[in-house]
């Protein structure tokens, strides 16, 4: 045989290969052999489609644009939810935030450009190194200078510390700012290493400065009111904990990762809210090997001071489940 025969039958040996593999592939993921979709499953619904129970339902609530990704758990505060996305537009990246008022509704918004990075929210009050904003409490969305202390920098060592211990006792939040995040590079303060500690004392911001702040060594209150995600990351079917329960897992694709087993399908869901649960499906994977689901971008969220849940279907698209208008 010669060179050019062996060639061809090797070429065409390969592309048999290949399509075998397709093929093999093709039949493990999809032939898939299952019942009907019982009729009791045919009324849940999906929660941008109208999904409600008795007396609450599920409407949209925030839908960011494609370049809006959601990277925070919303912050609760006394009188309202806040929602944090960060837009990633190239031609004016920015970070907003959304409001979200004690009735579920999305009641103001405001935009900071990507160089106001250094923000966090602490008791309501979005704080920066310069400057805080009382916006989510109050509407304001001037910025506010902090009441400096020892700025000047002729406070002794031990005045400043009585100062620091002073302010520190009184504060429901502490912050601590570093040196390297306040001064240009020839700014006398920086060479000295002069540091910042903010503390909210009654409604008003102060800011302590002097050397080596950090060193008193006194923890910082700076604890932001997050609301944590209430769905767990695994769920087993037919077992019910106080917030959801998955009645029904219908398969549509099979896949092998690893030498284990996994579907992608729809799950039937009840979501508890109140007394009533409101029937929802949604995508969802099975793991064969532990018995478990995964919710595939499901959260929940709930601030006990409000009357509504939110649900966020991944990237910046927010539900929220709230009482039936009357």
């Known amino acids: 045989m010669n060179i050019y025969k062996r060639n061809i039958i090797l ?24 019942p009907k979709l ?4 045919t009324r849940y619904k999906s ?18 644009e494609a370049n809006e990704i959601y990277f925070e758990n919303p912050i609760g505060i006394k009188n309202a939810v806040i929602i944090h996305v960060n837009s990633t ?7 907003i935030y959304y409001k979200i008022d004690q009735n579920g509704n999305l ?18 009050y979005l704080v920066h190194q310069d400057y805080y904003r009382s916006w989510a409490l109050d509407g304001d969305t001037a910025k506010h200078k902090y009441i400096p202390i020892n700025y000047d920098l002729k406070l002794d060592s031990v005045a400043r510390k009585n100062e620091f ?15 390297d995040y306040l001064w240009d590079n020839d700014d006398r303060k920086s060479e000295a290493k002069i540091d910042k500690f903010l503390f909210l004392i009654k ?11 950090k060193d008193y060594n006194e923890q910082e209150i700076n604890e932001p009111d997050t609301l944590q995600n209430q769905l767990k990351g695994e769920q087993i079917l037919g077992k019910a904990d106080n917030i959801i ?23 039937y869901i009840n979501l508890k809210v109140g007394l009533e649960n409101i029937e929802i499906k949604h995508e969802m994977r099975y793991y064969e090997d532990t018995k478990t689901f995964s919710y595939l971008g499901l959260k929940l969220y709930e601030d006990p001071n409000h009357k509504f849940k939110l649900l966020s279907n991944g990237g910046a698209i927010f539900y929220v489940i709230k009482p039936k208008s009357k």
Do not use: M
């Not at 065409?12 to 592939?25: D, M």
């Open 47 to 64: 929660i941008d489609s109208g999904a409600s129970s008795q007396h609450y339902e599920v409407k949209h609530l925030l839908n960011g």
């Open 245 to 267: 329960q998955v009645n029904y897992f219908h398969k549509s694709l099979r896949e092998l990762t690893d030498g284990k087993i996994w579907w992608f399908g729809t799950g």
């Open 107 to 124: 009641a103001d918004s405001l935009i900071y450009s990507q160089n106001e990075y250094a923000t966090s929210f602490q008791k309501g």
């Open 203 to 213: 409604d008003k911001w102060y800011a302590l400065y002097g050397a080596n702040l």
């Open 38 to 41: 019982p009729a009791a499953y």
């Open 11 to 34: 070429i065409a040996t390969l592309i048999l290969c290949f399509v075998l593999t397709i093929v093999y592939g093709y039949g493990f993921r999809n032939f898939i052999k299952q």
């Open 165 to 179: 211990f002073k302010l520190n006792a009184n504060a429901t939040v502490s912050k601590f700012i570093s040196h």
């Open 89 to 95: 537009n190239s031609d004016k990246p920015a970070n």
